[in-house]
């Protein structure tokens, strides 16, 4: 069983920063294409961002560009998302997901149905 594990949510007021990271123990997913998705209580899930299998190309929702930046480190095979200038709108619990093919070039992925494996989330609270 592929398991993805985030880490790095908790409490923050608004306009300060979080930085969340992915992680999969005892699995590779060296030039999968990757996503951060979030759902909100009472909302549906939502895309975040997402990030091509080498790590050349970006793609955001709307409501986080210019706040939220999406990186990997292949090496280490981690995915993060650093968060700036939070706001009470942005509290959710937080989805690390993985495309389930391997594909190293540019294209990124923005619905949760074009992701195989998940995480189980980390909650994100912004206070105002």
């Known amino acids: 069983q592929v398991q993805l594990v985030e880490s790095g949510g908790g409490l923050v007021q608004a306009g300060g920063s979080l930085r969340l990271s992915c992680a999969a123990p005892?699995?590779?997913?060296?030039?999968?294409?990757m996503g951060w998705f979030r759902q909100a209580p009472g909302k549906e899930r939502e895309f975040v961002a997402a990030?091509?299998?080498?790590?050349?190309?970006?793609y955001y929702a709307d409501s986080v560009k210019g706040r939220f930046t999406i990186s990997r480190d292949n090496a280490k095979n981690t995915v993060d998302l650093q968060m700036n200038g939070l706001k009470p709108e942005d509290t959710a619990v937080y989805y690390c997901?993985?495309?389930?093919?391997?594909?190293?070039?540019?294209?990124?992925?923005?619905?949760?149905?074009?992701?195989?494996?998940w995480g189980q989330g980390t909650q994100v609270t912004v206070s105002s």
């Open positions: 997901a993985a495309r389930n093919t391997y594909y190293s070039g540019i294209n990124v992925y923005s619905r949760g149905d074009q992701y195989g494996y």
């Open positions: 005892g699995r590779t997913f060296s030039n999968y294409p």
């Open positions: 990030i091509s299998g080498n790590g050349g190309n970006t």
